[in-house]
């Protein structure tokens, strides 16, 4: 009999807990264990040296079988990565032609445009043949052009040339009656979106002189935009904050939520 060290009941030994008070020896259970942990000492001592050797053989086998699996698994994620990145040179060097040498060539060929080219547009730029600087550099695929100091200036001039277009598209629409079409107020929002650049011009990094050029083209497309479109203060400010937070660029998305939500 064992005596509950809880209540102090006695009950039959082999019992996990007391069956008044539901506790359990703590100690009991130790005692067993310690008890198993003997007896599976004893019968190992008590193996003979052949099983144990062989045993000890299986698990030297298994650990190295293991091994072998890992560093298969290893040695394959391996050989693939390096064939992912074999690929993407080949196809960055040879298809999309990004080796050192062609990476050169072009530079060199840009240097050799700039050379020749950028007096050109210097020319167009100082007699202020705009339409003509326009012209000569939409006929360009020359990435050296984007280095040329006054290029932001294009894309002044490219609206100016054309903005007159999309205000007669706006204007047939709504003489027609369509303006309650999701056509015309996509025209209408990419007006918007092109005379607001104009009006903020000034936000992007161009020099002072270009801004005045565009300014000054301009003057009938800002008036358009003020009797338009009738933009409040509090409303000019609005879209200034996204011209800023656009880094001097509002987008036709922007302004086609603009005017849902005016």
């Known amino acids: 009999m064992l005596r509950c060290p809880n209540c102090g ?3 039959e030994a082999g019992l996990l807990r007391c069956p008044y008070c539901r506790s359990v020896d703590d100690y009991q259970d130790e005692t067993e264990y310690l008890e198993d942990l ?8 008590d193996m003979p040296e052949d099983v144990l050797q062989e045993h000890k053989k299986k698990e030297v086998v298994q650990t190295a079988q293991d091994m072998k699996r890992i560093l298969t698994v290893v040695g394959a994620v391996a050989v693939a990565f390096l064939l992912l990145i074999g690929v993407s040179a080949f196809f960055d060097q040879v298809v999309f032609g990004n080796s050192e040498s062609k990476v050169r060539e072009r530079e060199r060929e840009e240097y050799l445009w700039k050379q020749e080219n950028f007096p050109k547009l210097d020319a167009f730029y100082e007699s202020r043949d705009y339409e003509g600087l326009l012209a000569f550099a939409d006929e360009t695929d020359n990435n050296g052009i984007y280095d040329w100091e006054h ?12 903005i007159p277009d999309e205000i007669e598209m706006v204007e047939e629409l709504k003489a ?3 303006t309650d079409t999701q056509q015309y107020q996509d025209d209408l929002a990419f007006l918007l979106k092109d005379e607001l650049n104009l009006l903020y011009f000034d936000k992007r990094q161009v020099p002072a002189e270009d801004v005045r050029i565009i300014k000054e083209l301009s003057a009938e497309y800002l008036a358009d935009l003020e009797t338009r479109f009738a933009l409040t203060p509090e409303e000019l400010e609005e ?6 937070r656009n880094s001097g660029e509002i987008y036709s998305s922007e302004c086609k939520e603009f005017l849902k939500n005016r």
């Open 9 to 11: 009941a006695e009950y």
């Open 38 to 45: 003997d007896e599976l000492k004893d019968k190992l001592e």
């Open 151 to 162: 290029y932001p200036l294009l894309d002044g001039l490219r609206i100016l040339k054309f």
């Open 176 to 178: 027609e009656g369509r």
């Open 239 to 244: 879209l200034e904050k996204m011209v800023v």
